[in-house]
């Protein structure tokens, strides 16, 4: 597994596309990414970057609407090369279908043109709603897009098994694999991918990672915020499509997975999908699903909507190394604190003094993937003073404050490593296809949606998971 700052740079002239350029996606996530790389000289010597959407914009209309989104969610203008950077900003108006590709031919012949050669690594990247992938890989083989290109789909690729293999049917029909890039950002988080670094790399580390020392693995992405801005896609969704059998079975799997011989993208991307592939279906007693009180009465949320707004689910991994440990999975809005965060908690001692619970607290060895992420390990030590006995103290590694290092965006890992070919941060079509077979027999026979208190850590029933353990975020 390469790191942005380290892996090399691919220097032949390339354009990217892309497609909902307009979105809030581009606004708050991508865009911000790509000028960060630009920053750090992470991108080719001789690039263009055309935005494409149904609007109607100016070249120059597009790079003042990037910059305003610069200024809102960073990095500022100001800390980076912004004069030369704006001037590889080009859009296409119109949209892009197959019926009728809109300005997008035009405005790539200008780009090819002003790179002064035909020999262009084209880029596609789908910032746009899950809903419109088949008709846009159906626009690409249309108009000629597709040889020779790479394409990013953003998550969820598929909203079913049936969706999923309707839309990666016509996928592998007009791609090859190798060009097919699926992302699940979470996987670009600093603080996974130190997961894997970590584990590898720290004998004592490795040394816990199994069922012998193992009672649960936990993995939490809660939220204060409601859903207010995203509220009509929100629904149609849900906490459990949106998170739970995307990014966090993806980093389950990443906790899961066989230590990888190597870090070769394609060698951590297969040990990832071979997790997947071992996860048991997951049935309507494995599953809690909550609505926040209120959610109802946000503009866009239809009357007597049943959407659930957090999603908890007990995973169980059919794998020597995982039998009987419960991966515990928790995401959803207006809960009690913003948090993400991945837990192995430690079995008690099985002989001694501090066997079973007589310690107190169980040990646990946490990663946060907040911000630049952290590593925490909550440990029982004698209780200073003459009467002694136990107490329970956490160490903690900030995973962004090394000399001479600068964190990256996610999706500017993501980015560069579509530039280089790199797949180990993105999710293979087996792992994926593995992942919603998982979930159908909980599909066909959904649990009722119930309510919880804004501020909590969702419904009493998301209790009943853990038993008889609890969770560590409580």
Sequence with gaps: MTDAAQSPRDDKPTVFVMFGATGDLSRRLVMPAFFQLAKLGLLPPQWR?????????????FRGFIREALEEFGPQPSEGPWD???????????????????????????????????????VHYLAIPPGAFLATTKAFDAHGLAAGSRVVYE?????????????????????????????????????????????????????????????????????????????????????????????????????????????????????????????????????????????????????GSSTDTLAAARLWVDTERWEGVPFLLRSGKKMAADEQRITLVLKPPATGPYAGDAAGEPAVVSFSLLEGGSLDVRATVRRPGVEGGAVQGTASLAL???????????????????????????????????????????????PAVLPYAEGTWGPAEVDRLAEPGRWFLR
Excluded: C
């Design 49 to 61: 970057l055309v935005g494409s959407s149904r609007g109607e914009m100016s070249h120059e209309d």
């Design 400 to 446: 962004d404050r090394f000399e001479g290092t600068e964190p990256a965006l996610p999706y500017a890992h993501l980015i560069h490593h579509v530039l280089t070919g790199d797949r180990s941060l993105f999710t293979g079509v087996e792992g994926l296809r593995a992942a919603w077979r998982t979930i159908e027999p909980f599909s066909q026979d959904r």
């Design 155 to 303: 998550k969820p690729y598929g909203t079913s098994l049936d969706t999923f293999e309707e839309l990666d049917a016509e996928v592998q029909r007009v791609f090859d694999e190798e060009q097919v890039y699926r992302i699940d950002h979470f996987l670009a988080f600093e603080a996974a991918q130190d997961l894997i670094h970590a584990r590898l790399a720290n004998p004592w580390l490795a040394a816990l990672w199994s069922r012998e020392h193992v009672a649960q693995v936990q993995v939490d992405i809660a939220e204060t915020l409601d859903v207010a801005q995203r509220a009509s896609f929100y629904d149609a969704t849900g906490a459990f499509l949106d998170m739970i059998v995307t990014h966090l079975f993806q980093l389950a799997a990443t906790v899961a997975m066989e230590p990888p011989a190597d870090l070769r993208p394609e060698t951590v991307q297969a040990a990832r999908d071979a997790a997947v592939q071992r996860f048991r279906a997951m049935g309507p007693q494995d599953v809690v699903l909550g609505q926040f009180e209120g959610y109802l009465d946000i503009d866009g949320v239809p009357e």
């Design 84 to 122: 030369d950077f704006a001037e590889h900003l080009l859009f296409a108006s119109g949209g892009f279908s197959a019926e009728d590709p809109g300005a997008l031919p035009a405005v790539l012949a200008e780009a090819h043109e002003q790179l002064g050669t035909g020999d262009v690594q084209l």
